[in-house]
């Protein structure tokens, strides 16, 4: 039987999408791909349907290193309303509780500073992550609650900018996993109020600025003048995923070796671990790879010539 041709274009890179409000990721994905006519696309990692901002979608190749992006830390800013609980943790659930706010300004940033650092949360029945195969979002829903184990998260910094009485605004860097709901139900529980999220705005992923973001009302709009050739100037290079990694330049012998999938020797590589991978002669990136014990670099992932 013949191979079936994938239906799209096969292009390859990273849109940095600003997913707006009231649209689930995989629907903001699927758009995305739409727009682009892309034969194959992924998402790195979801937000909420509330949640706007920052969602890297790769387009082709670029799936190879998706993981690498959905592992990588994160920032967000929130706005939070205190004395009200609601059953998802945001502004999309259904009120479950109301309680008078009695806490000062200074008490509600001691509250919500105190899970600086290195934490464990318990996730949201509201969340994706699966229980015995199923998301715990669609076992809420059915009015199940099943025991979720603390997820170990680092809070790197938090950023306070305004609290006005129950209302809270503030910025936070945090590591991979993180949920934002859950801090902000955890700092509501420790003031004895509760809380929620209203607003909640990725500002960036990984080594991604929120100054790169293109909303698809925008992507729509340069495709209409410029067409396909305009909208794919915009994706970013694969190698921009890695970008923070150590960099390792192979000559053309070591080059040629590692693409047909053979580990090799490098005199600028680091002791150990992750290296992304490029070819000296040509700046080409060639993947990512591993570090090994006697000092040869394994292929990974690797871009397909």
């Keep these: 039987m013949a191979k079936r041709r994938p239906r799209g ?14 649209v689930s990721s995989n629907g903001a994905l699927q758009m995305a791909k739409k727009m682009f006519a892309a034969a194959k696309a992924g998402h790195t990692g ?25 592992e990588s ?66 076992l809420a829903r059915e009015g199940k609650t099943v025991e979720r184990k603390p997820r170990a998260v680092t809070i790197y910094d938090i950023r306070i900018l305004r609290i006005e009485g129950d209302e809270l605004e ?60 305009a909208i794919d100037e915009l994706l970013l290079p694969l190698s921009t995923s890695v970008a923070d990694w150590p960099r390792v330049e192979l000559g053309d012998n070591a080059a040629y070796y590692i693409q047909q999938g053979q580990p090799v020797m490098a005199s600028d590589r680091p002791a150990d671990g992750w290296v992304s991978v490029y070819k000296a002669s040509s700046g080409e990136f060639l993947g990512v790879g591993e570090v090994l014990e006697d000092g040869r670099i394994a292929p990974r992932r690797l871009v397909s010539n």
């Design 9 to 22: 274009r096969n292009i390859s890179g990273i849109l940095l999408l600003d997913k707006v409000t009231g």
């Design 170 to 229: 503030f910025e936070v860097d945090c590591s991979k996993g993180t949920y934002v709901r859950s801090l902000v139900e955890d700092t509501g529980d420790k003031l004895g109020c509760g809380g929620h999220v209203t607003v909640l705005h990725r500002l960036s992923a990984g080594p991604y600025p929120a100054e790169k973001m293109l909303t698809l009302e925008q992507l729509g709009n340069i495709k209409a003048e410029g067409g396909f050739e």
């Design 46 to 70: 979801s937000l909420d349907p509330l949640a706007t901002g920052m969602l890297p979608i790769c387009f082709g190749e670029a799936t190879k290193f998706s993981q690498f992006l959905l």
């Design 73 to 138: 830390d994160k920032s967000y800013r929130v706005t939070a309303k205190l004395g009200v609980t609601t059953e998802t943790g945001d502004a999309d659930g259904e009120v479950v509780k109301t309680t008078e706010v009695t806490a000062s300004a200074a008490d509600i940033e001691d509250a919500l500073m105190s899970f600086m650092g290195d934490i464990e949360q318990i996730p949201s029945m509201y969340s994706a992550i699966k229980h015995e195969g199923v998301p715990l979002y669609k």
